[in-house]
T-cell receptor, first 113, second 112 residues
Framework: NAGVTQTPKFRILKIGQSMTLQCTQD?????MYWYRQDPGMGLKLIYY???????DKGEVPNGYNVSRSTTEDFPLRLELAAPSQTSVYFC????????????FGQGTRLTVV | AQSVTQPDIHITVSEGASLELRCNYS??????LFWYVQSPGQGLQLLLK??????LVQGIKGFEAEFKRSQSSFNLRKPSVHWSDAAEYFC??????????FGTGTQLKVEL
């Protein structure tokens, strides 16, 4: 099984550019999440979704947007990239929120210059 | 709000030595507790989890963790560390209907 797949693995953006980080899962999980990981800060939740058509903000949503048109896909969009968005981004999915194991993608390392 | 504390940012142990990584959480209710491991350049992999029942849980790769309600702790242990255990370890907490909250991580270095 592929599990959770993220693309791209690496990306360099210029300030003000936009991009979409792709995430797809093949486990038929209802719950999907986007985290960012910064050194010494652990993982911070950006957005999450409890099912197709339903999304909600996490701890650090500013500067990001998401959509969930299908169960499988949960893209994260960065509008007007800023250096503060330089980070490693992880997508994850789970069968239920909180109490079941979350499966993580390999991550996208984004640098904004 | 729920929070997780991992007081040790870095830990160095010799190969073959025992290991204990600390994790404390704050919230009123009994949480669901997880330990994840992240190897360099990789995503997070679940080591073990505690939902209820026996407070000593066994995980993959020879790891175990003990839930102590009185201390609000869920420390990760391994009797004998291998060089391949070098990685970053994250404790995470969730409550029914709530999302995972991660600690800031502990970087483990293993000396040969």
């Amino acid at each position: 099984n592929a599990g959770v797949t993220q693309t791209p693995k690496f990306r360099i953006l210029k300030i003000g550019q936009s991009m979409t980080l792709q995430c797809t899962q093949d486990m038929n999980h209802n719950y999907m999440y986007w985290y960012r990981q910064d050194p010494g800060m652990g993982l911070k939740l950006i957005y999450y979704s409890v099912g197709a058509g339903i999304t909600d903000k996490g701890e650090v949503p500013n500067g990001y947007n998401v959509s969930r048109s299908t169960t499988e896909d949960f893209p994260l969009r960065l509008e007007l990239a800023a250096p503060s968005q330089t980070s490693v981004y992880f997508c994850a999915s789970s069968q239920r929120t909180g109490i079941t194991e979350a499966f993580f993608g390999q991550g996208t390392r984004l640098t904004v210059v | 709000a729920q929070s997780v504390t991992q007081p040790d940012i870095h830990i160095t142990v010799s190969e073959g030595a025992s290991l204990e990584l600390r994790c404390n959480y704050s919230y009123g209710a009994t949480p669901y507790l997880f330990w994840y491991v992240q190897s360099p350049g990789q995503g997070l992999q679940l080591l073990l989890k505690y939902f209820s029942g026996d407070t000593l849980v066994q995980g993959i790769k020879g790891f175990e963790a003990e839930f102590k309600r009185s201390q609000s702790s869920f420390n990760l242990r391994k009797p004998s560390v291998h060089w391949s255990d070098a990685a970053e370890y994250f404790c995470a907490v969730a409550f029914e209907g709530n999302k995972l909250t991660f600690g800031t991580g502990t970087q483990l270095k293993v000396e040969l």
